[in-house]
């Protein structure tokens, strides 16, 4: 993210568990929803980095193999939002929880 890189923060769960809370800047696409149609407007360029809630979930795993068979880069965020919190950063969203801001370290 800091690389001048084309990265998109992908949230592979439902809409509703999105709302709930999720990491600042997610696009929600859940992994259910994901097809050609659903996708056509994304752009391709980018890095889609996927994640879920964490290791008891697979929603980042379906979201990026989704992605990956449509032809774009992924990449999978291994620990989800449960490690990102647990790292100490912010979340948004109905429960939303303060925490340190992502920068950029260039």
């Not at 809370?21 to 859940?30: D, K, R, S, T, Y």
């Not at 992605?67 to 990449?75: I, K, P």
């Amino acid at each position: 993210m800091g690389r001048d890189e084309a990265v998109v923060v992908a949230d592979g769960r439902s809409a509703k568990a999105y709302a709930r809370e999720h990491i600042p800047g997610a696009v929600n696409l859940p992994h259910s929803e994901i097809s050609a149609e659903s996708t056509a407007s994304l752009d391709r360029s980018r890095h889609y980095v996927c994640y879920c809630d964490g290791i008891g979930c697979n929603a980042s795993t379906k979201t990026a193999l989704k992605l990956l068979t449509l032809g774009f880069e992924v990449r999978e965020l291994m620990g989800g939002l449960d490690w990102w919190k647990r790292d100490g950063y912010a979340t948004e969203g109905v429960d939303a929880q303060v925490g340190a801001e992502v920068t950029c370290g260039c």
